[in-house]
């Protein structure tokens, strides 16, 4: 069987290839042996031929994963070869294999092989915003949050059709109301138009013990008019990633894998495994925990956020 997925909307496609993972493993090979994920960028036609054509190990079939084979240039002749290859006669076996793009793939000469021959073809379009209001509905219920429609037309507003940063901004809004409704006001001060670089350039000099960079990006976050609690939930948020993506890398996960399983955008993958190399795990969970404090002062006392901001920098950094 090939499957074919592919779309501008990397999310859903990523979500349903985990999906597909997923369902194969539970019902083929609950040990993951007969999973097998192909490096494009160092991927030969023998070694395609050879994945493909292999039988099971101690399982009925293998599942046989490509990613993004068409959109890297480089791999021209090798698709060549694989369109040539995916003919009936080759294909009678059990093994299953999918060809996953993260775009839309128009017109290619393996593309348009696999529209031919594939069993499935999946494509996934941008959403738009009525389809957009839903997804945000059914993500918040499965986070077992709430929200009103006026957050729901603010966060498409502000997010549009980038679903990673929407499930980022709905995590964080979700675990900030603890339960209670998402209110329009919560999206105007929470989430931002675009991946914020200096919650990035923060994180990097806390880990880099930089007590002094980070303590100036912190007073030019509140200078810009963010607000304590918006900087704080954003930098929770960052922590909260570094150790699930420490953890996940720990027990073996592929980088290209975490996003998918996380749900968190392949760039801030990318970029919190960078940071990681900065960190121990016993200080990112020292860090988290620094700002679980620090949001339960600032909503039940007056301190200012500033000066304990400034004091878990010292606690960190120092």
Not at 38 to 43: G, R, S, T, V, Y
Not at 275 to 281: H, R, T
Request: proline fraction near 2%; glycine fraction near 4%; charged fraction near 30%.
């Amino acid at each position: 069987m090939v499957i074919y997925l592919h779309g501008d909307d990397s999310y859903r496609s990523l979500q349903r290839l985990k999906t597909l993972k997923e369902g194969f493993i539970k019902k083929f090979d609950k040990s993951s042996l007969n999973v097998v994920i192909l490096d494009k960028d160092k991927l030969e036609f023998a070694d395609w031929q050879k994945a493909v054509a292999a039988s099971g190990f101690l399982a009925q079939k293998r599942l046989i994963v490509i990613k993004n084979l068409i959109t890297n240039k480089k791999n021209k002749e090798v698709c060549q070869e694989i369109a040539d290859y995916l003919t009936p006669q080759n294909l009678k076996g059990d093994n299953i294999i999918i060809f996953w793009e993260g775009k839309q793939i128009k017109s290619s000469v393996l593309g348009n092989k696999l529209k031919k021959v594939a069993d499935k073809t999946e494509l996934f379009n941008l959403l738009e915003n009525t389809q957009l209001n839903k997804w945000i509905n059914k993500e918040v219920a499965q986070l077992k949050g709430k929200i009103d429609s006026e957050a729901v037309r603010q966060l498409v507003e502000k997010v549009g059709d980038n679903l990673w940063q929407m499930s980022n901004e709905l995590n964080k809004l979700v675990s900030y109301k603890n339960g209670k409704e998402i209110k329009a006001k919560d999206v105007e001060l929470f989430v931002r138009s675009k991946y914020d670089q200096d919650i990035f350039h923060l994180t990097d000099a806390l880990g880099a013990k930089n007590a002094k960079l980070a303590s100036k990006l912190i007073g030019d976050q509140l200078n810009s008019g963010n607000h304590p609690l918006a900087l704080l939930a954003t930098l929770s948020w960052q922590f909260r990633n570094l150790i699930l993506i420490k953890s996940k890398l720990d027990q073996g996960v592929p980088s290209f894998d975490i996003a998918s399983d996380l749900k968190i955008h392949p760039y801030v993958v990318k970029k919190s495994v960078a940071m990681l190399q900065k960190f121990e795990l016993a200080e990112l969970k020292k860090a988290y925990q620094g700002l679980l404090e620090i949001d339960l002062k600032l909503k039940t006392s007056r301190v200012d956020p500033k000066t304990l901001l400034n004091l878990f920098v010292i606690k960190i950094a120092s």
